[in-house]
């Protein structure tokens, strides 16, 4: 029998005529195993990773007025986060990217936040007052998160070094997501 749910074959006690012998029950208990296994491979974010590409330019609106270009912010580190307003982790990262801007700030790496799918720029300027944000945000669209690869969910996040090289890709919000953020900023920094 074929359990329609989870299309691992199922042996049920009683149909078929006998009972299921300890190979069998083995056999079952290895199966669900690796369909666990698989299962959770595939709920997981994938690692943070090395990008050692060239970023794309922007200019974007920010939200406070004027653009934001990354020209302008040559000779920076940049810490560049893709998130939405609707997104949980990305809510729940807010405070520690606030203390991570203040902690770096004044060591010349700015932070960026890059909204997208998020309504209307009032509303966005609603949000980011209401949580206190306290570091730039720009509008993202399509055209820019597709030249990032930002195709996997928010929040993305991209370390981008003081000659506009990707130095890394973060995807979700892992737990050690701040630590990994901070040694490449210091990387970068040192280079």
Same mark, same amino acid.
């Not at 890059?114 to 799918?117: M, N, S």
């Not at 953020?181 to 920094?189: G, N, R």
């Given at each position: 029998m074929l359990d329609r749910h989870c299309f691992i074959p199922m042996y049920r006690e009683g149909q078929g005529?006998? #009972? &299921? /012998? =300890?190979? /069998? +029950? +083995?056999? &079952? #208990?290895r199966r669900l195993g690796l369909a666990c296994a698989l299962l959770a491979a595939a709920c997981s974010a994938p690692a943070p990773k090395a990008e050692n590409r060239p970023a794309p330019a922007f200019e974007l609106? =920010?939200?406070n007025g004027g653009t934001l270009s990354l020209a302008s912010l040559k000779g920076k580190v940049v810490?560049? %986060?893709?998130w939405a307003t609707w997104c949980g982790p990305c809510i729940r990262e807010i405070p520690d990217y606030a203390e991570f801007w203040r902690k770096n700030q004044p060591r010349g790496i700015e932070v960026v936040g !890059?909204?997208? %799918?998020s309504g209307e720029p009032q509303e966005i300027q609603d949000f980011i007052r209401e949580y +206190?944000?306290?570091y730039r945000q720009v509008l993202g669209n399509d055209q820019l998160q597709a030249q990032y690869g930002v195709n996997q969910g928010y929040p993305t996040t991209f370390v981008i070094d003081r000659q506009g090289v990707i130095r890394w890709k973060g995807l979700g919000s892992p737990p050690a997501k701040f630590k990994k $953020?901070? =040694?490449? !900023? %210091?990387?970068? $920094?040192a280079s």
């Open positions: 005529g006998g #009972s &299921m /012998n =300890e190979y /069998n +029950r +083995r056999l &079952m #208990s609106p =920010e939200l810490v560049l %986060d893709f !890059v909204v997208v %799918d +206190r944000i306290p $953020l901070q =040694e490449t !900023v %210091d990387a970068a $920094l």
